[in-house]
């Protein structure tokens, strides 16, 4: 099999900054002083911080070897199910860096801030174009602070209405973020069960929606990288009974430019810029998780909004019925830029982004049913969730290959989730991996469930040759180390 190159070589150890330092050493020389010295007040004389001498290539290598610890999407294939790690096209971060953007200040009066508001108000647009629902806000950092917002809003409009709900259905197959936002509405989640073709039944719902409860939360393409087909039927019972139905659109990646949203049903929907609009994620943001909304719920949205007026844009607070304000200024705007950007670049080629993420899932899925187990033999959408079956009878477990495909230089799938399968790989390609590196992947994939077979301990002690070799994964979650 192909070796791939740098995932075998060198791999640096680096001490802390204070233990390379030597006395005296210096990154930088001033020139000669031509003016008087003047003597330090009293009080800033003494001995300074502790900070290490050192020089310039000190540093410079401290922290390039740092960096090269880490595996981002621009080392290597990252096929992370549910997280959209694509390869983010680096004119985005220009375009955001430029200095009349990022140097713009939020408390700039509206006169002198016509361009970023006027972004603000596009983005918007093309947001509302992208789903087919009208009102959008930009304001939430991220996707979970998205649902947050939109189970807020569907709470203020079952206020609004003067009734009180308290129960949301929330699918088995559901991202763990969806119960956790329902509960801090004061919601209880209400689980409901996926059939056995791994998506939702009009007739599970039928017998758990009422009058009680506010609305469903749904993922769709869902978890298991499959399309919820009886959406359209779902949302008819949950309206039927005065419901509204939350979209997660964390899987948009799978259906840009393709499925109209508000067509499904949909009443609220949160997109992620930082998985499907080019904006690199991990490590805790910053993030953008806008919200997308029918007209229906528009008075509720949060303030401040953009909005025009004779040819010019303002922000307006003037919406009584808002949920308020949900995070500082506007939220993170260098992400909003960044998902701008990209939009316009791809115009009417954000389809084909979808398109082609769909088809390298499923050239995924066809290459390799049978080497791994395939628990819903069927299309998918953007991703493809496998199981450990077939490895069992050797011991070997998701963890171990997992692992072992760190050591063939790949990021290893989502693991262990979503829960409904059991030992779930669950392997999202994205449209921007070449056919040869996706070959690369499953022709790995396959030497791996042949070590498995023939070699079991090779997967089990793996890895052997990275930086760290198996952590006790609670204790690293729990109580991380952070200093050094
Ligand atoms: C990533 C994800 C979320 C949460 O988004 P964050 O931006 O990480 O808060 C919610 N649902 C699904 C399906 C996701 O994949």
Not at 464 to 483: F, G, H, Q, T
Request: charged residues 25%; negative net charge; glycine residues 10%.
């Amino acid at each position: 099999m192909k070796e791939l190159v740098g995932t075998t070589g060198l791999i640096f150890n680096e001490p802390l900054l204070w233990e390379k330092g030597a006395k005296g050493r210096i990154g930088f020389s001033l020139p000669r002083r031509d003016v008087d010295p003047c003597p330090l007040d009293d009080e800033l004389k003494g001995d300074g911080p502790d900070f290490p001498d050192l020089s310039e290539q000190d540093v410079v290598r401290h922290f390039t070897r740092l960096s090269q610890w880490n595996f981002g999407v621009d080392s290597g294939m990252y096929p992370l199910g549910s997280c959209t790690m694509k390869y983010n096209p680096k004119t985005n971060e220009r375009q955001a860096s430029l200095p009349g953007f990022a140097g713009a200040h939020p408390l700039l009066p509206a006169e002198l801030s016509q361009g970023v508001l006027k972004i603000m108000f596009d983005l918007e647009q093309y947001l509302a174009e992208i789903t087919g629902l009208p009102a959008v806000t930009l304001q939430p950092a991220a996707g979970s602070h998205g649902e947050l917002t939109g189970m807020m809003i569907i709470n203020a409009y079952h206020k609004a209405k003067g009734e009180t709900r308290s129960k949301v259905l929330i699918p088995d197959t559901a991202h763990g973020t969806n119960p956790a936002s329902a509960a801090l509405c004061g919601f209880k989640s209400i689980l409901v069960k996926s059939n056995d073709q791994g998506i939702l039944s009009p007739e599970t719902i039928s017998e758990v929606m009422d009058e009680d409860t506010a609305g469903i939360m749904v993922t769709n393409p869902n978890t298991l990288g499959l399309f919820e087909e009886n959406i359209k039927k779902v949302a008819d019972i949950v309206h039927s009974k005065g419901g509204l139905v939350y979209g997660d659109g964390a899987n948009m990646n799978a259906v840009m430019g393709i499925v109209n949203v508000k067509k499904l049903g949909v009443d609220v929907l949160h997109l992620n810029l930082h998985k499907t609009f080019s904006t690199p994620h991990g490590g805790g943001g910053p993030g953008s998780g806008p919200i997308c909304v029918t007209e229906e719920l528009e008075r509720f949205l949060p303030v401040p909004r953009v909005i025009e007026k004779d040819g010019k844009y303002e922000l307006s607070e003037d919406y009584p019925e808002s949920i308020g304000k949900i995070h500082a200024f506007y939220g993170n705007f260098g992400v909003k830029l960044k998902a701008y950007s990209y939009i316009l670049s791809m115009g009417a080629n954000l389809k084909k982004v979808s398109q082609l993420a769909v088809l390298s899932a499923n050239y995924i899925k066809e290459s390799l049913k049978g080497v791994f187990h395939l628990p819903y033999d069927k299309p998918c959408m953007h991703e493809c969730v496998f199981t450990d079956k077939n490895q069992e009878a050797n011991k070997v477990s998701t963890l171990d290959i997992a692992k072992r495909l760190m050591e063939y230089g790949f990021h290893p799938p989502t693991i262990y989730f979503p829960l409904v399968v059991h030992g779930a790989l669950m392997i999202e390609p994205t449209e921007t991996e070449s056919k040869e590196d996706i070959d690369h992947f499953i022709e790995t994939m396959k030497a791996i469930a042949d070590e498995a077979k023939k070699n079991p301990e090779l997967l089990l002690e793996a890895p052997k040759i990275s930086k760290v070799r198996r952590l006790d994964e609670i204790a690293a979650a729990r109580k991380p180390c952070l200093c050094g």
